[in-house]
Every structure is written in C-alpha cells, then in structure tokens.
C-alpha cells in the first residue's frame, strides 16, 4: 500500500521560509512522480511542483517559480519542497501526491495523481 506523509509545515513571518518534505513508502518501483498542492480555505486546490525522482523531470506553477524548489532524495525516498520568501497568500494545507511518472513534460493536474498524504498546515502571518 502506498503511503504518503508530509513533515515540515507550521507558522512563519512574511519572507521567511519553510521546507516541507514528504516521505514516501509502498512504492514496488521507482515509475512514479510525487507532486506538491495546496488547498486554501475555499477548497481551492492548486498544483505547485512536481518531480520524477528516477529521471529528474520537474514542473513548477507559475505562482511559485523562484521562490520554490522541489527536490528529492532516492535514497531516503522523500520529496522535499523548499519555499522562500513565502506570502500571507501561501496560507494553505499543502498536500503531497504520487502519481505515474513523467516520460518527457511534468503535470500538475490533481487527476494525474492516485496517492496523497493527509496534508499538513502552512500559515504565514506576522
């Protein structure tokens, strides 16, 4: 059974920055890519960073390139999305998913991914 858990989320100042990380486990092989969301409190739920871990293929939103990094480590079987210079705006609870693994282009669309972990809470607030 596939099972996704998110660490690394809290509170934190305008400007300021978090590293969430999403462990991974139940996998039978590495075919798979892990993406970052969030959902905001009107339930809107937004695609932010994907990565195929075995080919290194990455796709960023639009709303977080430069700001944003998302990483991984094979060995350890995480996925870790780096955000600096986080906004009142990224207020959310963030979501990691696993999904099939990307061939040439990345997808952020929710459909693409069977798994998602529990998510976890971000706020930033001074």
């Known amino acids: 059974e596939v099972q996704l858990v998110e660490s690394g989320g809290g509170l934190v100042q305008p400007g300021g920055s978090l590293r969430l990380s999403c462990a991974a486990s139940?996998?039978?092989?590495?075919?798979?890519?892990i993406g970052w969301f969030r959902q905001t409190p009107d339930k809107t739920r937004e695609g932010l960073s994907s990565i195929t871990p075995r080919n290194g293929i990455t796709i960023y939103a639009d709303s977080v390139k430069g700001r944003f990094t998302i990483s991984s480590d094979n060995a350890k079987n995480t996925v870790d999305l780096q955000m600096n210079d986080l906004k009142p705006e990224d207020t959310a609870v963030y979501y990691c998913?696993?999904?099939?693994?990307?061939?040439?282009?990345?997808?952020?669309?929710?459909?693409?991914?069977?798994?998602w972990g529990q998510g976890i809470q971000v706020t930033v607030s001074a």
């Open positions: 139940g996998f039978i092989d590495d075919d798979y890519a």
């Open positions: 998913a696993a999904g099939a693994a990307f061939r040439r282009l990345g997808v952020l669309g929710p459909t693409w991914y069977k798994y």
